[in-house]
């Protein structure tokens, strides 16, 4: 909104001038931009220092008054003066014509005649307006350009025919060029992925932000973006950040995919395993990490189903056992909660694979019977 009410104001102005004057006779008005109808004034907003902008200005000759153009003529327009604002800067335009005027044209040979409805003819050709901006940063800067009109052939009352001046007035502000590159921030780090699906897994980042120093928003993208998937091994995710004026800055990190498969041994099967809260679970497994067999310290952790965000509620250390190879835990549920678990192998920080955990409550001991009661006295 910089400089929008007093642009307004000036704009105003110059639009009063160049329209001043009691329309006697035909007129000729200025076309410099895509809005519907003449429009004589034209705001350029926002350019670099020195730029050098080109414009298309049609001319539009209209029956108005009671003197005319003569049928048959044509208007010819050229630069007959220029306003350039005191910072400097030029303007100039090129030369076109209107015509030949219709037939059908009101006509003032016998005397002055109004026109018989609205008509109106445009150039053919544009005039083409070159300015080149100032050097100096401001706002509000006018270059304006006076056509001069000459009819051919020679008519009746030429002197008369067309009134007022074609003014053409253009406006800009002048900035310095942005040329800084927004700068991303909260970039993650490389992710190491685990997986049982050869297809891949789902990635799951936060993207980064990004600052700039013109622009309060520059846009952030990454390449594959987060809910994509990443296949089997090393993917590099490159993020970019782009502000207003097209300035782009990137950053990379990776995202390396294991292929992972777990072995879990009896009493856990496919389903998973349930156990009596106290009792201890024995836990068997091998494991294999893109293909090559894993050996070595390694953990289980326990995690309650209804808070996997709360990070785990139990880890147990596992032995590794030579022969057979494998890993062996005694997994103590005493201070688990009855319900949901996921038991993990997990190995050099990866989580290799997951078993299903069922903590259930233990039997209620049953009351015994009066009459048993009575049988145990009488023994």
């Not at 003819?121 to 009109?149: E, K, N, Q, W």
């Not at 496919?270 to 009596?276: C, R």
């Not at 067999?293 to 189903?305: D, I, T």
């Not at 678990?341 to 009351?367: I, N």
């Amino acid at each position: 909104m910089r400089g929008v009410f007093r642009r307004a104001g000036m704009l105003a102005v110059v639009a009063v001038l160049a329209f001043a004057g009691t329309v006697l006779a035909d007129s000729i008005a200025a076309d410099g931009d895509v809005a519907s109808g003449p429009q004589n004034v034209i705001d350029l907003e926002t350019v670099a220092p020195g730029a050098t902008i080109t414009r298309n200005v049609t001319m539009t000759l209209f029956c108005s008054g009671l003197r005319h153009v003569d049928p048959g003529q044509v208007v010819t327009l050229s630069q007959a003066g220029v306003t350039v604002p005191a910072a400097g800067g030029s303007v100039s335009a090129t030369s076109t014509t209107v015509g030949p005027v219709p037939a059908g044209w009101a006509n003032d040979t016998a005397g002055i005649a109004g026109c018989a409805g609205p008509m109106s003819i445009d150039s053919a050709t544009p005039s083409v307006v070159t300015i080149v901006a100032p050097t100096t940063p401001g706002l509000d800067y006018l270059f304006s350009v006076t056509y001069g009109r000459t009819l051919t052939p020679v008519g009746v009352s030429d002197g008369s025919s067309v009134t007022g001046f074609t003014i053409v007035t253009f406006s800009l502000d002048v900035e310095d060029a942005d040329t800084t590159a927004p700068v991303l921030a909260g970039m993650p780090g490389d992710l190491a992925l685990v997986t049982s699906d050869p297809g891949g897994v789902v990635l799951d980042y936060p993207l980064p932000t990004a600052t700039d120093d013109r622009d309060p928003a520059p846009t952030v993208v990454c390449d594959p973006a987060p809910g994509e998937v990443a296949s089997v091994g090393t993917t590099f995710v490159v993020c970019t950040a782009t502000d207003a004026a097209g300035n782009t800055s990137s950053a990379s990190f990776t995202a390396t995919v294991h292929l992972a498969s777990v072995i879990w041994e009896a009493p856990i099967q496919a389903g998973g395993a349930s156990v009596t809260r106290g009792r201890s679970l024995p836990v068997k497994a091998r494991a294999e990490l893109d293909g090559v067999p894993l050996r070595g310290p390694a953990s289980l952790e326990v995690w309650s189903c209804a808070a996997r965000s709360t990070g785990p509620v139990h880890t147990a250390a596992t032995d590794w056992q030579t022969d057979p190879e494998r890993w062996m835990a005694v997994l103590d549920t005493s201070g688990l909660a009855v319900g949901c678990h996921v038991v993990t192998l997990v190995r050099d920080g990866l989580a290799l694979g997951s078993f299903g955990l069922d903590v259930v409550e233990p039997p209620v001991p049953q009351a015994s019977s009066s009459r048993g009661n009575r049988a145990n006295r009488a023994d």
